[in-house]
């Protein structure tokens, strides 16, 4: 009897545990380390082989002004709002499937952001120096 209860109780914490939203950084490691560096500074592997460098993105903050560039960032990883100049070595991620969208609010306007694009951007703008 004892021992069902016990068992019982770990189900539950299991279901507790497990995590719904995006994990930001995870999310980061898996599709863009590759090129931006495990630590953001636009040095990973496939740097040597790329003819526009990719971007050190922990200093993004400090070159938009003192002001994390949300905006910016996002459409830059989803691909609708990019220069005509900007590499086509890194992809549009947008073109792909990102996640549920959840609503974001902004000075009172809701905008609807699909979840694992917001998870990276947050996790972008919590790596700036
Ligand atoms: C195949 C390589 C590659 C991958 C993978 C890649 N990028 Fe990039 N990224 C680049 C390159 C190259 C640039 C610079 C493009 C330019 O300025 O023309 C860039 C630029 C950027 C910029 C603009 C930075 C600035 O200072 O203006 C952001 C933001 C960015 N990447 C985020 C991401 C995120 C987030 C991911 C993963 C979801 C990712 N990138 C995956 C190559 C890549």
Redesign the pocket.
Known sequence: MKKLSIIAALALTACVETPDAPEGKQ??MD??????GFDAK?T?E??DV????????T??KA?YKGEF?TD??MS??DGLK??P???G???E?GAGDMGDTVIVEKDGIGTPVPAELLA??E??ESVQE
């Open positions: 999310l980061y599709n863009c380390a590759s090129c931006h636009g990973g496939m740097a790329l003819i526009k460098m990719p971007a050190d993105l200093t993004l070159r560039p910016y960032v830059t990883i990019r220069k100049h900007f590499s070595a890194m992809p991620f990276l951007t996790y972008l």
